[in-house]
């Protein structure tokens, strides 16, 4: 089974139309899908189509968050809701093409865990074109994934890369690095990418500056996640040890020299020496210990926690909050 996830935020227009496009992919190649529509927050009535759809629709499931969480957020519940054994992410915008899924399948089948969409002639204004490409390109120098388009929103994934990839924050545009980084394989698919028909784009400038963070993030996650003193230890071990010989050098001049006539424990010139030794030595420790401390939030860390809340779900195509819902009865869906 492939499951179809789609983060929404505000699009109400297009959810209709692109569910439509997905029904008919999956008839003419008759593939056995789910549509989980994650709303996160949405202000403009896409709960209501996402309503519509589901109540037509069986497979169709609508998630809805209290509020506006992100779309990491909404498509890490989306995962979690998922029970194909493929997942695709598309947007909701319709500048993703449904008739591309069978493609990305086809992919998937070579053997790849991970195939991510390449917009190789985009249909979006110079202003949003230029920073990606910067963007990519930073990208592929500092984590060595060579992708052309890491912001494409449609990517097809094997189920286990879930079992050990988690996302949050924004940081869904770097799951292919993170996935290869676990050592999950890899592949690139050009696909068709359309103009927006309707509603706005949600990002602007300043996705640019939080890309380039996560990024920093990222590569400290995939290069030293699991022992942040690699890094931290590192640095703050050669100013220990900088600082540490300065003072040595400051008490051998003051233990051999003060007796000669040039020595005057009053001059204030060996003064810089010894703040910038005592500067060093305290930089080092403070690094070094927090390095201990990042370890240990790595040993601890519960990994299971949500990053998200739902406030309703659709229930075969009929909107209800989860207090609602009865106890589950099938243990292997708690
Ligand atoms: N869940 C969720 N989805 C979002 C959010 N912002 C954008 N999206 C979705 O991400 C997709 C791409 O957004 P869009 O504004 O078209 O970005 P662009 O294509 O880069 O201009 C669309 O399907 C949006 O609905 C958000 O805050 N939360
Ligand atoms: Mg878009």
Redesign the pocket.
Known sequence: MLSII??????KD?LEPLHEEIDQVAAAHRLEIEVIL????STDGSWDAIGRIAAKDPRVRGLR?RR????A???TAGFDEAVGEFIIT????L?DDPHEIPRFLAEIDRGLDVVSGWKKVRH?PWT?VLPSRVFNWMVRAMTGVFLHDH?C?MKCYRREVFDEVRIYGELHRFLPVLAAARGFRLGELAVQHRP?RFG????GGA?FVKGFLDLLTVRFLTGFGQRPQHLLGTVGLGAFLLGGAGVVCLIGYWAFAHSTPEWDSRRLDQLPALLYSLGLLLFGGQLLSLGVLGELIVAYHDRAFRKYSISERTEAGVPVAPAARALPTDPSRP
């Open positions: 789609v983060p929404v935020f505000n699009e297009s994650v709303d996160d927050g968050f506006n969480f992100g779309k957020a909404a498509l598309m947007d909701a915008d500048q979006d949003k912001n929103g927006r706005r784009s949600k990002y996705r």
